[in-house]
């Protein structure tokens, strides 16, 4: 069960230093760190709250990723290697909402 869980907290936790990093107010990096809490409350509220929050953190990747990449590029920096990056991690936590699929965590949380 807690492997299953693993790429949603870390998700959780580069959201949060992401969060934190980019300038976000102070309670939106403890709201993710508090997100991971929700792992212990079994009930399936709880699941597609944390599905919902890793989707669109997801798109926050993606505009990252778009932001960064369009002023790397105008100061004449290569992207490529940071693109591929942030692409791969937007990808990590898209994939984290769909664990909350498995059999084992539906039964779990009741969904």
């Not at 230093?17 to 809490?37: E, I, T």
């Not at 769909?98 to 084992?104: A, D, E, I, Q």
Request: glycine share 4%; charged share 10%; net charge positive.
């Amino acid at each position: 069960m807690a492997l299953l869980m693993t790429p949603v907290i870390l998700s959780l936790l580069l959201l949060a230093a992401h969060a934190s990093r980019a300038g976000f107010p102070l309670p939106v990096p403890v709201l993710m760190l508090a997100l991971v809490g929700l792992l212990a409350v079994p009930r399936c509220w709880a699941a597609r709250t944390l599905q919902v929050v890793l989707m669109v953190g997801a798109l926050e990747w993606v505009r990252t990723t778009v932001v960064l990449a369009v002023a790397r590029q105008a100061a004449g920096l290569p992207a490529t290697r940071m693109v591929i990056i942030l692409v791969a991690v937007a990808l990590l936590t898209a994939a984290s909402a769909l664990v909350f699929r498995n059999s084992r965590l539906r039964r779990r949380f009741g969904c």
